[in-house]
C-alpha cells in the first residue's frame, strides 16, 4: 500500500467496521437470539399446504402494503384491543412465517386475528370479489380475477358458489371461487394468535435461559 | 439487566467514544488531511468563477456580474483545465448510459406511482387485471424509483463525478457499462417479476433472490471503476464528496447481499433484517450519493469553496454510524426486542449531529449567495434538495420519538415523510446535477431553457402539494386509529380526500418528469440551436483546447 493510499484505507476500514457493527447487532444478534423462541406449549401450529398455498397469494397479492400483522400492546395504545384485533403478539407467534408479514401500513384493519372476528368463509369470498358489497366507503381493491362469473344455470355441485348482497348480485350469473382464492380464505381462516402465552416469557423476544424450552 | 443488553451498552458506548476520537483526530489533521482538500474542486485562478453549464452564455455573464465581477478576469491554467477536460471526456459515456437509462425508469416509476396512487380513492378502477392490482403497481413504483431512477442517477453523477475529484481519467469504464445494463436487466426482471406476481414479500426486497444476482453482479460491476480510478489517482486528497461515494459503492453490495441470502431469515428475525436493510438503503446508499453530488455541485455553481471541511467530515463518519442503526423505528410498538428499537430511537435521534453538520456547512455555503439561486437552474433544484434533506431527517427523527411515532407508524404520513426524502431531497438533487452534467457530456446546450424552470416549478408544486396535504390527512388517520372508540372505518374515510389531493400532486411531478424527459432526449439527440460551443466552454482558452483535442483524436 502506498503512503498516498492511506486516505482509502481509513474509508474501507472504517466504513466496513461501521456497517459490521449495525449487521452484528441489527442482524445477527436478533438471529441469535430469535432462534431459540420456539412456539412450545402453545397452540400455533404450522400451516397447512392450503394455508400456504393461500399465504403465497396473500404475499403475490400484496395485502402487506395495507394489512399489519402485529398488534400492539396495550401499554402502548389500547386501540388495537378496544377494537378486538387480539393480544399484542409476540416472536414465537412468527415462527413459521417466511416470509414475514409484520407489515408498516394500517390502510386497511391488522389481520392478526381476522380469523377470530370474521370466521366466515363467505364473507371472505364475497369480501375479496366485491369489499364495498360488505363494507360501505371501503377502498380495498376488488378482486374480481380471483373468481369466475359464469351464467347460473353452468354452476357444478363441486363449485363454490359466493352469495352476493342483493345489490351487488347479478341475476342469472354466478360468481364462483377460484382455487386460489379459496386458499387464501383458508390462509385468513387460519390467522388465530389468541392462543395464551405466558408475558415476559414469549412477550420478550429475549428469554430468559431458564424459560426456553427445547 | 441481562447480558446481552450490558453488552450491546458497552458495545455503543465504545463505539460512540471511538468515533468522537477518530473524528477529532481528523480535525486535527493527524491523518494527514486538512481542509485544502476543499479547494482541491477548484483549479488555480477558478475560485470565485461561477459555472453552471445549464445557462446561455448570456446568462453566464450576467450570473458572474451579480455574484463576483472581479473574478470574470481571473486566468486559469491551461494544464488543469485540460486535465478536466479529459477527465469529463473518460466519464461521458459510461455517465450518459447510467443517466438515460434513469430517465427512462423515472418515467415508468412516475406512472406506477400515479396508478398506484389513484387506486387508493378509486378502488373498483382497473381491478380487472391481474398485474396492476394495488398490491403489485405500488411495489413496482417502488422498486422502479429506488433502483431504476434513483440509483441509475446516483451512480450516473458519481461516475462523472470521480474522474473530475481525482483528475485522472475515468479507468475502466468497460465495466460500468457492463454493470449498467446487468442492473437494467436486473431491474427489468424484478419489475416483471412483482407484476406477475412473483415477489419476495419483503418491502424494499420484493425482487426475487433469482434476480438479485443480477443486482449484486450489476452494483459490483458499476463500483470497480471507483476503485481503479482511486488505485491511479493523480490528487493528494479525497474531497469529501469521495469519500460518501466510495462508501456507498463499498455499502451497497454488502447490505443487498446480505438481505437476499435465500432460505436464512425467519419470522421476527426478517423483520429486524428487513428494517436494517430498508433503512440502510436510503442511509448508506442514496442519501450518501446524493450528499456527494451536493458537497460538489453547490460549491462549484457558486464558485466558493465549502463552509468547513472538518465539519464535511464528521458529517460523513457520524452518518455512517448513526444512520446504519435507525431501522429499528420501523417497528416501534411490535413484537420484537426492547432494546432493538430503543437503539433505533436513538441513533434516530442522534443522527440530528450528520444532519447539522451537512445542513451547517452546505447552507452556510450558500449563505450570502442566495441571488445565485435566481441564476442557476442547476442550484435551485440542489440548493432545495439540501434543504429538503435537513427537513427530513429531522422530520425523521421527530417520527422516531414513541409518541410522534405512535400516531404516525402505520399511516400515511409515512408515505409524505418517504417521499419528502427520496423525492424532495435525492430526486431534486439528481434533477439540479443532470442539468450540470448533460451539456458538458454530450457537448450540447439544453435546447429549450424554458422547459427546465417549467420542470422546477411543476414538480416543486407537485410536491408540495403531496407532502403537506398528505401529512395531514395521514396525521388525522392516526389520531382515529389510536382512538378505539371510532370505527376503523372512520381513519379510511378521512384519508379520502387527502389521497385525492396527493393524486393531483403526484400527477403535477408526472407532468414535470415527462417535460424532463423530453428534454432530456431532445438534447441527447441534438434538437434546438447548436450553441455548443460557446455554452460547454465558456472561456475561449476552453473551446481552444477542445478543437485542438478533437483535431488530434479525429
Known amino acids: ?214 | 439487566m441481562d447480558i446481552t443488553v450490558i453488552l450491546l451498552l458497552m458495545t455503543f458506548l465504545v463505539s460512540v467514544g471511538a468515533l468522537m476520537v477518530f473524528v477529532w483526530s481528523m480535525s486535527k489533521g493527524l491523518f494527514g488531511t486538512g481542509p485544502e482538500a476543499s479547494r482541491l474542486i477548484f483549479d488555480q485562478g477558478e475560485q470565485g468563477k461561477i459555472e453552471d453549464p445549464a445557462l446561455t452564455e448570456i446568462q453566464r455573464r450576467a450570473f458572474q456580474q451579480d455574484m463576483n465581477p472581479a473574478a470574470a478576469n481571473q486566468h486559469s491554467m491551461d494544464t488543469e483545465l485540460q486535465e478536466r477536460l479529459v477527465a469529463d471526456q473518460s466519464s461521458a459515456g459510461p455517465a450518459l448510459l447510467c443517466l438515460t437509462l434513469a430517465v427512462i425508469w423515472l418515467f415508468w416509476g412516475s406512472i406506477a406511482g400515479m396508478i398506484a396512487s389513484m387506486k387508493l380513492h378509486l378502488p373498483d378502477w382497473w381491478v380487472a387485471s391481474e398485474w396492476i392490482t394495488f398490491g403489485r403497481i405500488r411495489p413496482v413504483h417502488l422498486n422502479i424509483v429506488a433502483y431504476g431512477w434513483c440509483s441509475f442517477a446516483g451512480v450516473g453523477i458519481a461516475l462523472w463525478m470521480i474522474p473530475r475529484l481525482l483528475k485522472t481519467p475515468l479507468r475502466g469504464a468497460r465495466y460500468a457499462y457492463a454493470g449498467a445494463l446487468v442492473w437494467h436487466v436486473g431491474v427489468t426482471l424484478g419489475v416483471a417479476s412483482i407484476l406477475a406476481g412473483l415477489s419476495d414479500g419483503l418491502e424494499w426486497l420484493e425482487f426475487p433472490w433469482q434476480v438479485d444476482i443480477l443486482l449484486f453482479a450489476g452494483g459490483g460491476l458499476m463500483a470497480v471503476p471507483l476503485v481503479m480510478t482511486l488505485l491511479n489517482r493523480k490528487v493528494d486528497h479525497l474531497y469529501v464528496s469521495v469519500w460518501y461515494m466510495g462508501a456507498a459503492l463499498l455499502w451497497f453490495p454488502v447490505l443487498f447481499g446480505v438481505a437476499n441470502i435465500p432460505n436464512l431469515h425467519f419470522g421476527v428475525q426478517e423483520a429486524t433484517m428487513n428494517w436494517w436493510y430498508g433503512h440502510n438503503a436510503l442511509g448508506l446508499w442514496f442519501t450518501p450519493l446524493g450528499l456527494a453530488a451536493a458537497y460538489y455541485f453547490i460549491p462549484k455553481v457558486i464558485g466558493k469553496p465549502i463552509h468547513s471541511y472538518n465539519l464535511s467530515l464528521l458529517g460523513f463518519w457520524s452518518l455512517a454510524f448513526f444512520y446504519s442503526q435507525v431501522g429499528g423505528h420501523h417497528l416501534i410498538g411490535g413484537p420484537v426486542p426492547s432494546w432493538f428499537i430503543t437503539m433505533g430511537i436513538v441513533q434516530s435521534v442522534m443522527m440530528v449531529i450528520p444532519v447539522l453538520a451537512v445542513a451547517i456547512n452546505q447552507h452556510m455555503t450558500v449563505l450570502g449567495n442566495f441571488r445565485a439561486l435566481k441564476h442557476s437552474p442547476t442550484l435551485r433544484f440542489i440548493v432545495i434538495g439540501a434543504m429538503m434533506y435537513t427537513l427530513a431527517s429531522v422530520q425523521g427523527s421527530m417520527e422516531s420519538l414513541r409518541n410522534v411515532n405512535l400516531v404516525t407508524h402505520f399511516t400515511h404520513y409515512t408515505v409524505a415523510h418517504a417521499h419528502i426524502g427520496l423525492y424532495g431531497f435525492f430526486s431534486f438533487v439528481m434533477f439540479g446535477s443532470i442539468y450540470f452534467v448533460m451539456p458538458r457530456i454530450t457537448q450540447w446546450e439544453w435546447p429549450y431553457p424554458k422547459l427546465i424552470s417549467l420542470h422546477f416549478w411543476l414538480v416543486t408544486l407537485g410536491i408540495g402539494i403531496y407532502f403537506i396535504w398528505l401529512s395531514i390527512g395521514g396525521w388525522l388517520q392516526g389520531l382515529i386509529l389510536l382512538d378505539g372508540s371510532k370505527p376503523f372505518m372512520d381513519s379510511v374515510a378521512v384519508t379520502l380526500p387527502y389521497l385525492e389531493a396527493r393524486s393531483l400532486g403526484g400527477g403535477l411531478m408526472t407532468l414535470g418528469h415527462i417535460v424532463f424527459a423530453i428534454h432530456f432526449f431532445a438534447m441527447a439527440l441534438r434538437f434546438g440551436p447548436s450553441r455548443m460551443t460557446q455554452a460547454v466552454l465558456g472561456d475561449s482558452k476552453f473551446l481552444n483546447l477542445f478543437l485542438k483535442l478533437k483535431r488530434v483524436t479525429a
Open chain 1, 1 to 214: 500500500m502506498k503512503i498516498g493510499h492511506f486516505d482509502e484505507f481509513k474509508l474501507v476500514t472504517g466504513a466496513m467496521a461501521i456497517l459490521a457493527l449495525a449487521t452484528s447487532i441489527m442482524v445477527v444478534v436478533p438471529y441469535l437470539l430469535l432462534d431459540k423462541v420456539h412456539p412450545v406449549g402453545t397452540a400455533l401450529k404450522p400451516y397447512s399446504m392450503a394455508e400456504l398455498k393461500g399465504r403465497n397469494e396473500y404475499v403475490s397479492q400484496g395485502c402487506v402494503y395495507c394489512h399489519s400483522q402485529q398488534p400492539r400492546d396495550p401499554a402502548f395504545n389500547s386501540a388495537d384491543q378496544e377494537r378486538g384485533w387480539g393480544r399484542p403478539s409476540v416472536a414465537s407467534d412468527y415462527f413459521y412465517d417466511r416470509p414475514h408479514l409484520l407489515g408498516t401500513m394500517r390502510t386497511g384493519p391488522d389481520l392478526m386475528n381476522i380469523a377470530v372476528r370474521q370466521p366466515s368463509k363467505d364473507w371472505h369470498l364475497g369480501h375479496l370479489y366485491q369489499p364495498r358489497a360488505y363494507t360501505p366507503g371501503s377502498n380495498m381493491p376488488a378482486y374480481p380475477f380471483l373468481f369466475e362469473e359464469i351464467p347460473a344455470t353452468e354452476v357444478r355441485k363441486d363449485h363454490v358458489v359466493i352469495n352476493l348482497p342483493p345489490d351487488f348480485a347479478v341475476e342469472g350469473t354466478a360468481v364462483v371461487a377460484t382455487p386460489r382464492a379459496l386458499d387464501l380464505v383458508a390462509y385468513l381462516l387460519a390467522m388465530d394468535r389468541t392462543y395464551p402465552v405466558i408475558p415476559g416469557l414469549e412477550g420478550d423476544a429475549m428469554p430468559k435461559k431458564k424459560t426456553v424450552k427445547e
